[in-house]
């Protein structure tokens, strides 16, 4: 009970630590840093994103985390890949030992054992509107991961999938009124060079997007910089 009031408020005080990070990739380094250090057993960590059939790998502590997901992804199977486009099903998952899975995942499982991965977890970093990729967990021992790392493993999942959602947004955000700013200082010079109306300016940059198949917010960053059109 003493270890858990203490693990408990190691969460608490990372949840206040997550979402003070400056950045998506400081909180998602912030995330898998905290595994190896909150979660028994975890000798490495890494977020992995599926579009598709292909895997990005975000703020691993290890190269073999990268290696892993790599792997996954060249052979079109292994857990992460399976837990990473379930949609409604399983949401976590505890491989104990990785010699037993062969069967499951005949191509992931004998290269993975050569990577020196003994066990692994998995976590889908979901919130009520939206699935954000899954937080998985390696150790290179058969058997490191017990009930109450599952446990200790899916609490730390929690906080980030919430995190990483608030962090994600913030940018988004940050972009947009960044977007909107540099797009009308793009028209404002447009319009003083040319004496167009506001209309006319924007229709300028789209019409300019358009043809040469730039970003609307590139081709006003192009005008700002260059003080005049592109």
Request: hydrophobic fraction near 40%; glycine fraction near 10%.
């Amino acid at each position: 009970m003493e270890d858990w009031r203490g693990f408990a408020q190691q969460m608490a005080s990372l949840a206040r630590d997550l979402l003070a990070q400056e950045s998506v990739n400081d909180t998602l380094k912030r995330i898998t840093g905290s595994a190896t250090e909150l979660v028994e057993g975890c000798d490495a960590a890494g977020i992995l994103i599926l579009r598709g059939h292909r895997v990005q790998s975000l703020a691993p502590t290890d190269q073999v985390v990268v290696d892993s997901d790599d792997l996954q992804g060249r052979v079109g199977e292994g857990p992460c890949f399976d837990a990473a486009r379930t949609s409604g099903g399983q949401r976590q998952f505890r491989i104990a030992d990785f010699t037993d899975q062969a069967r499951r995942w005949p191509e992931y499982v004998p290269a993975a054992r050569r990577l020196g991965l003994g066990s692994m977890m998995g976590f889908l970093l979901f919130t009520e509107d939206e699935d954000l990729g899954a937080l998985n967990l390696y150790s290179y021992r058969p058997g490191a991961f017990t009930e109450a790392s599952e446990l200790a493993g899916w609490l730390l999942a929690s906080h980030a999938a919430v995190a990483f959602s608030s962090a994600r947004t913030h940018a988004q955000m940050q972009e947009a009124i960044g977007t909107r700013h540099t797009i009308g200082e793009a028209m404002g010079i447009l319009m003083g060079s040319r004496r167009l109306t506001e209309d006319q300016a924007f229709a300028v940059l789209r019409r300019y997007s358009q043809d040469h198949n730039v970003k609307l917010r590139d081709v006003a960053r192009q005008v700002c910089e260059r003080g005049g059109p592109p």
